[in-house]
């Protein structure tokens, strides 16, 4: 019998939040963005610099604006040199959006912006080791960088890991129903709701 680890990370200089805590992300979209030059797209017209993406579920945090922590500020993860996905709050989607479309004449690149995903964040003490025991993760990678976030794929649901103003928060994306069946899960293990 085989076995693949499912390595996650998570930060190496960020504190846990004080509360264990789920907060919905009521105006989080998620894109995936594809093309044979989306990374030339990324680096020409984003301006991300991709040589710290080394594998697959590598990510960086971004910004449309200048501002890491504003409503136009991303995080995208790298899938393969033609496949990547954001997380980003609506009105970064809709800016988003709007550029790729401007650029679909001169890069090869297209776009799916997944309505069917929806996503909820995880931040506390407990976090981390409940993700690895809930979702069977090999806990071995740790990010220095600030900027670099990490996700993986566990059956049906993408889990990241982010820094958010030097605190750790983990990002689960996934279809509603199966998101609705985490977050009761995690509500149960003791994490706090809160509405956004």
Known sequence: M????????????SANAVTNCVHANNSTDIIDFSGSEASIFLSTILGINLTKLTASGFGLRGTLDDELYSEHSFCVYYF???AFRFVLPHKAS???????NEQQLRFDIDYVNRTDLTSFTLSGENAFETLVNAFKLTPGLRLSDSLLCYGA????????????K????????????????WQSYMQDKGFALIQK
């Open 166 to 181: 030097e605190e750790q928060h983990f990002v689960l994306i996934a279809k509603t129903a199966e998101l609705q069946k």
């Open 94 to 100: 809709l800016q988003l959006q709007s550029l790729i």
């Open 80 to 82: 393969s040199e033609t």
């Open 2 to 13: 085989t076995f693949n680890p499912i390595m996650f990370a998570r930060h190496t200089n």
């Open 153 to 164: 794929q566990s059956g049906d649901v993408f889990v990241t890991a982010i820094d958010k």
